[in-house]
Each structure stands twice: as C-alpha cells, then as structure tokens.
Antibody
Framework: EVQLVESGGGLVKPGGSLRLSCAASGFTFSSYSMNWVRQAPGKGLEWVSSISSSSSYIYYADSVKGRFTISRDNAKNSLYLQMNSLRAEDTAVYYC???????????WGQGTLVTVSS | QSALTQPASVSGSPGQSITISCTGTSSDVGGYNYVSWYQQHPGKAPKLMIYEVSNRPSGVSNRFSGSKSGNTASLTISGLQAEDEADYYCSSYTSSSTPLYVFGTGTKVTVL
C-alpha cells in the first residue's frame, strides 16, 4: 500500500524557516517524481514544487521561487521542502504527492499544517 | 498562469446526475489529454477520481466519468449519493514549467 506521511509543520514567525519531510513507503520511491501542493485555509489547491526521480529536474511556483528548496533522499525514501523567509501567505496545509507519468498526482499524504504568524 | 475556472457550487438530489465544468486554455486543458479530477472531503487529503480526462483509478466508482471538449473538461457524477458531497478540483498539466500543474478553483457539491 502506498503511504506518504508528512511531518515538520508548525507555527513560525514571519521571516522564519521550516523544513517539511515526507516519508514514503509501499512503492519504489526512487522511480517517481514527487511534488508539494499546498492549501491555504478555506482556499483551493496550489502546486508548489516538483522534483524528478533522480533530482535532475526541479520546478517551483513563482510564489515560492528563491525562498523554498525541494530535495529528496532516495536512500531514505524521503522528500523534503526547506522553506525560508516565510510569509503570512505561506500559511497552509502542505501535501506531498506522487506524480504518475508526470501527468497527474496519484497519491497524496494527509498533509501538515504550516502557520506563519507573529 | 491563472487557475482553471470551475463553478463555485453544484447541487443535486440523491439519484440525480450532476456535471462540473473546468475551463482552461489551449496551454493547459485544451492542449493536453492530461486533465485529472480530485475529490476532497473536509479535513481530508485530495483523492484522485479521474486521470487523463476520462480514466478511473482502480476502486473509484463507475458513477464518476470525465470528458473534454476544446478548452473545457467536465466531471459527471451519476446516481448522486450522500457520500459524494465534497469539494472537487480539476487539474491539468501545463505547457509551462511553472506552474507544472494548474488546479481549478474548486466546486462544492451539495447533495440535497
């Protein structure tokens, strides 16, 4: 069974940093591109970042480019999102999601809440 | 690149059929057969319901079907049931590297 479990969320002050993790199991992690998608309270889904299976290709939404860094450790079956210079508008539930052939997101974790507030 | 356009809400009675539209551009919905649909119950993670316009993942009821015409994709739920009450989001691969995936604005489905 495919499982994605996010962790690392919490309350952080504006300008602060946070590192999210996503532990994957039940599939060959190193064979899939992975993504982070976020959802602000009461709002819709927003794609944040994507990383290819070997980390060769990395993409970011314009809203986080230069502040967030996606990475992965295939030996540890883990995906990460380093978030720096956090803003109030980054407050959201952050989901990790597995890409299927690059065209859709087939499996999602349960999400971790990030709150940016003073 | 803007979010795909969906109606804010759609409602129907049990047993009826409803259709949710998702309008994009030739750079996303119209340019690729890579439209997907997600169901999200309150406080839960999104769940894939349809991929590549009209394909259902294993385990998803055949009451859910998808289609596309030009720049508009559609999700139809037939034989509406109480458990179908949720938010639904469409998504499309895009020709741009940012965003790599664009989501719809979301539709709240209410079962009357």
């Amino acid at each position: 069974e495919v499982q994605l479990v996010e962790s690392g969320g919490g309350l952080v002050k504006p300008g602060g940093s946070l590192r999210l993790s996503c532990a994957a199991s039940g599939f060959t992690f190193s064979s899939y591109s992975m993504n982070w998608v976020r959802q602000a309270p009461g709002k819709g889904l927003e794609w944040v970042s994507s990383i290819s299976s070997s980390s060769s290709y990395i993409y970011y939404a314009d809203s986080v480019k230069g502040r967030f860094t996606i990475s992965r450790d295939n030996a540890k079956n883990s995906l990460y999102l380093q978030m720096n210079s956090l803003r109030a508008e980054d407050t959201a539930v952050y989901y990790c999601a597995r890409a299927e052939g690059g065209s859709y997101l087939g499996y999602w974790g349960q999400g971790t809440l990030v709150t940016v507030s003073s | 690149q803007s979010a795909l356009t969906q109606p804010a809400s759609v409602s129907g009675s049990p047993g009826q059929s409803i259709t949710i539209s998702c309008t994009g551009t030739s750079s996303d919905v119209g340019g690729y057969n890579y439209v997907s649909w997600y169901q999200q119950h309150p406080g839960k993670a999104p769940k894939l319901m349809i991929y590549e316009v009209s394909n259902r993942p294993s385990g998803v009821s055949n009451r859910f079907s998808g289609s596309k015409s030009g720049n508009t994709a559609s999700l139809t739920i037939s034989g509406l049931q109480a458990e179908d009450e949720a938010d639904y989001y469409c998504s499309s691969y895009t020709s741009s590297s940012t965003p790599l995936y664009v989501f719809g604005t979301g539709t709240k489905v209410t079962v009357l």
